[in-house]
């Protein structure tokens, strides 16, 4: 199909969603919430045609006035500058139009499963995946996104060996699949008495949440051990078996939760979490068979890929992917400035799959 072509039939398609939804005939409860779905994602993406369309009509309107003979000197002048504005702004608006219609990831309109691993680095690489933890639920405020803590690893010393995050709301995978990967701090560390900087470091996993729906998991597939939970030191927290562990036998995954006194609850928060990484890797397991291997979350999406440093005594981070500097240490750290990134990693990969397309 023809681009244009293509353009027509959303037009059209945006028009008889119109009349369907308008009361015509009576819709099942499901039938209007998947039609209005659609209505809404077309919105933009009309918008967009609507402008290319009139910006090009308006375009042919001043080439016919130029090349008129009886056109004053005067109004050509005006044509002419004007012609030369729409001539820049008609390939922007194309390059826009196209961008909207790059295929989705399926899943980003999901939420999030978040998780904070602590790396090289001992106790200092544990206060640093601390300060993530915190830069991502202060983020999740930002957005207005619920942030849940699964589950909680700490240390004596106030830092995270592991958490498990829920991040709930629209549309939030789409911007924090970008955070996967390794994040280096370098820093002096408080227990540093001669004051040399110190690099370690934290990895992040971010998972879309799957829904049953999605990902059907089979109870002859799964082995549920439960056991009593222990908190630091190995001291016993709960007098009864609350804490779970279930073992995917067919990848050999293993989740464990032991964070709520009730065994029950335990359970359903580890099915999700399990959920999640079965997703996940379904999901890289599919785009790896397809030929072109999205280089997923800006990159491989390689949890070993380091993909951003934190340089307190220069008050940096940096972007490695798209080698982008921000003196913001500070407002990103407190989620303030989080999206300055995200928007520019958006950008990066827009433009990428745009070149593809082409």
Known sequence: MKFDERLDSILARQSELSDLLSGQRELANDELVRLSREYAELKPVVGAIEALRSAEAEAADLAGMIADPETDSEMRQLAEE??????????KLGDQLKILLLPKDEADEKSAIL????????EEAALFAANLMRMYQRYAEEKKWRATVMSLSETGLGGVKEVVMEIGGRGVFARLKYESGVHRVQRVPETEASGRIHTSAATVAVLPEAEEVDLVIQDKDLRIDVYRASGPGGQSVNTTDSAVRITHLPSGLVVTQQDEKSQHKNRAKALKVLRARLYDHERRQRDAERAETRRGQIGSGDRSERIRTYNYPQGRVTDHRINLTLHK????????????IVDELLNDEQTRRLAQSN
Do not use: H, N, Y
Not at 115 to 122: D, K, L, N, V
């Open 82 to 91: 004007e012609f030369g504005t729409l001539k820049k702004s008609v390939p």
């Open 329 to 340: 240490l500070d407002k990103i750290l407190s989620g303030e400035a989080l999206d300055e």
């Open 115 to 122: 998780e904070i691993r602590a790396g090289t680095g001992g």
